[in-house]
């Protein structure tokens, strides 16, 4: 294993451009509003080299086209995150043209509501796992690797949910595929700390994305109800997780390892 150089600190005098020159993947891309594309976005806007990749190959075009549309660098790619042959297709592209990988963003993920007691419940538990849990596995797994063979440091950001920390009425398997993630993220971080490979998760709260609207129609009295405690008054917007993560992948957060970001408006403080 080549030697990784210590963690790097931050040029305060200089913040523009916060992640300047770093090479990014982000997964789950096409959909728009959604976190993928925004968090692409939000990266390319302080500097990154951006690659986004979705099942969805149109979609995620669609999303970087807008991108280069500001002047700043997107690239798409076509993604299963399911499958371990696009995990390696797309990584070694990846360093291929640029070298090295230095922020991975596991971003892809499906949500399927319903009831614990309904006959489609384990059905439903393995779709979710394969993307959510699987998805996120082989994405470290392939981006530690990567990191660990280029000698430098790096930042995992793992895309969880507040349902990865609290209950919520209709989505238990979804839950059990978030809370998964986030102890996967923390078990692994442990792994990488010492490398200067940074794993952290985001728990986003509930954002206005298409996802969620989809969620809201298959389950609207209950999220009816949730929407009306959110302490901040209001859903979210796909920026809020997308600065969260623009801070997670920046040499700003060079000793945050193995923590847990949520963005809710204060609905998990409750």
């Known amino acids: 294993m080549k030697a990784i150089s210590a963690r790097p600190l931050v040029d305060e005098g200089r913040m523009k451009g916060r992640v300047e020159g770093k090479i990014a993947l982000v997964t789950g891309g096409a959909s728009r509003p959604g976190l993928g594309a925004s968090i692409a976005e939000r990266l390319a806007e302080e500097g990154a080299i951006v690659i986004v990749t979705d099942v969805d190959l149109a979609g995620v075009e669609q999303t970087a086209e807008g991108i280069r549309a ?81 000698g430098h440091c790096g930042s995992i950001i793992n895309v969880s949910s507040v349902a990865g920390l609290v209950g919520f009425r209709g989505s238990a398997t979804y839950a059990a595929t978030k809370g998964a993630v986030k102890l996967m993220s923390k078990s692994a971080a442990l792994e990488t700390a010492a490398e200067g490979i940074r794993i952290n998760t985001v728990h986003p709260g509930i954002i206005r994305t298409n996802m969620q609207s989809a969620a809201v129609d298959d389950n609207s009295a209950n999220y009816d109800a949730i929407v009306a405690s959110i302490p901040a008054g209001e859903l979210g917007e796909p920026r809020d997780i997308a600065n969260c993560v623009l801070f997670l992948a ?9 923590a847990e970001f949520v963005v809710d408006g204060g609905y998990t403080a409750q």
């Open 250 to 258: 920046s040499d700003e957060a060079s000793y945050v390892m193995g």
């Open 70 to 150: 500001r002047d700043l660098s997107a690239t798409a790619m076509a993604q299963d995150v399911t499958s371990q042959g696009d995990w390696d297709a797309v990584i070694n592209a990846v360093v291929e043209e640029h070298g090295r990988l230095d922020i991975l963003v596991n971003n892809a993920g499906i949500l399927v509501v319903g009831q614990i007691a309904d006959e489609t419940a384990a059905s439903a538990l393995q779709r979710q796992f394969d993307v959510n849990v699987a998805g996120c596995l082989m994405g470290t797994q392939a981006a530690v690797k990567a990191m660990r063979n280029g």
